[in-house]
């Protein structure tokens, strides 16, 4: 089982869609995926399609989300915190996550073991799954940590803008720290697979010219590698997340992935591009 954490430190990069789509084009090629969302505002748990409930007092996720997996010792297991969701075909399962996650954060920093028990939690399952994505909040929180420490893997989704690639640094100590907590458990460092431009201009002149420079910079500043495939700003992307669909007189969300939204699109082949590039990367 290949467990693969999503991160950056700067918000609104493209974490959440990259993960969802990258979980459902996995599962599209006979992988058995798990997604698992550490992030309080639930962008992937929605983008799976998980929040059918029009009214909070129907929340059925807020009694069994990531919180317990973390929370709890002995019981809420991910087999018993994980739902199937429809985002594509076949179906992969995801352990939701809560606005409420917020909440639990002061409560979880004092339980120590708490910082541990995804980490366990997957090695009991490892035999049920080919690939785990965590997606993750963009701060240093405990939550982004857990996601760290039980990964084996680390994507870093960026805009290559100043303000992500200033994020980097603390991405840089974020990972160092993380690893020293690793080596204290016994286990091998993180495995950065690298920075994938996310959400990139289309302008002909600035991929041909400004693109390949911006990358080449965090490379030499940073010291990440970046990854071939590049995921553009396309308007089909957000669409396909933002889909809704009409019940009665209601909106409801209906979110897709692009290879479900629009198979044939470019942006689909650049996900495509991504998965084969992941998929040698960690060599399944
Ligand atoms: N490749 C893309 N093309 C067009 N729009 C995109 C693309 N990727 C993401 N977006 C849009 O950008 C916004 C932010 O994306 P997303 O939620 O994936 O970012 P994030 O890094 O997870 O954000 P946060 O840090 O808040 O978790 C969303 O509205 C999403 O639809
Ligand atoms: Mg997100």
Excluded: C, W
């Amino acid at each position: 089982m290949k467990t693969i954490a999503v991160y950056h430190n700067k918000g609104g990069v493209g974490k959440t869609t990259l993960t969802v789509n990258l979980a459902a084009s996995f599962s599209r090629k006979g992988y058995r995926v798990l997604l698992i969302d550490l992030d309080s505002q639930a962008n992937s748990t929605y983008a799976a399609g998980l929040i059918k409930f029009q009214d909070e007092l129907q929340d059925d996720i807020k009694e069994n989300y990531v919180y317990h997996v973390i929370r709890e010792r002995n019981s809420h297991f991910i087999p018993s915190v994980a739902k199937t969701s429809k985002f594509t075909e076949p179906s992969f399962d995801v352990v939701p996550s809560h606005i409420d996650l917020m909440q639990h954060e002061k409560e979880l920093i004092e339980i120590a073991p708490a910082r541990t028990r995804l980490f366990s939690k997957l090695q009991k399952i490892e035999n049920d799954y080919d690939v785990v994505f965590i997606d993750t909040p963009p701060s240093l929180n405990i939550y982004s940590q857990i996601a760290l420490i039980a990964a084996n893997y680390l994507l870093i989704p960026s805009d290559l803008k100043p303000f992500a690639n200033e994020g980097l640094r603390n991405v840089q100590n974020f990972i160092s720290e993380t690893n020293e907590f690793r080596e204290q458990m016994g286990q091998n460092e993180l495995q950065v697979l690298g920075i994938v431009p996310s959400k990139i201009a289309t302008a002909h002149r600035f991929v041909q010219f400004v693109l390949p420079k911006m990358e080449q910079t965090v490379k030499e500043r940073y010291g990440f590698p970046v990854l071939k495939s590049r995921i553009f700003d396309r308007r089909d992307v957000s669409a396909a997340i933002e889909r809704t669909s009409e019940v009665g007189e209601l909106d409801i969300p209906d979110p897709q992935s692009i290879f479900d939204y629009k198979a044939n699109s470019q942006a689909a082949a650049e996900f495509e591009a991504l998965t084969l590039e992941v998929k040698q990367l960690v060599g399944i």
